[in-house]
């Protein structure tokens, strides 16, 4: 078995383009404007999480708490070379041990869509999470409807399993899921 991530700190990873970094207090503005745009909110099942900088804090909180508690980490997704201004946030949870999977997720503030930067900080991510989790699978979800998203995984590698008729209820109204998984053996045919 590999040795496991033991939550210490979270580390830094990089990419071509990006600076994945723990998120802080100081990106409670930065938190506030991603999720401001009515693009972003379109396929976030609760009303976004953080409408004010009190919010912003206590959603920055609630996700150091997962990762205090070693069940999700999340990390900021910033430009490198940068100002290391927060533009997005990525990461896992509903990690299990037992069944050695993992779920991820990610958003971006609408000034950056359509560069490739959530399909390159997947890519990293899902590779992270493969090589420190000692992984037989991740998976992800998305609201069928959500064309873009379901582009970056399909790039990453995942396959659409199946979908979740009427699953969630979401902005007033019962939504489809899609479900996605990625096996460590494809993973790593594809590496």
Partial sequence: ???????????ILETERLRLRAITHA??????DLFAHPDVQQYIILEPP????????????????????????RWAITLKGGDDRL??????????REHRRVDIGYDLN???WGR?????ATHTLVRWCFDNLDLHRVQADCTAGNLASERV????????????????FEHGRFVDIKQYGLLRREYL???
């Fill in 1 to 11: 078995m590999a040795v496991l991530f033991d939550f210490s700190h979270l580390p």
């Fill in 27 to 32: 990106d409670a503005q930065a938190l506030i």
């Fill in 50 to 73: 953080c409408g004010t900088l009190d919010e912003a804090v206590a959603f920055i909180d609630w996700m150091s708490g997962h990762f205090l508690n070693r069940a999700a980490a």
């Fill in 87 to 96: 533009i997005g946030t990525i990461g896992f949870h509903f990690w299990s």
């Fill in 110 to 112: 609408r000034a950056y």
């Fill in 116 to 120: 490739g930067y959530v399909t390159e």
């Fill in 153 to 168: 995984l399909e790039k990453v590698g995942f396959t659409h399993e199946g979908t979740w008729r009427e699953s969630i």
């Fill in 189 to 191: 045919g594809k590496r």
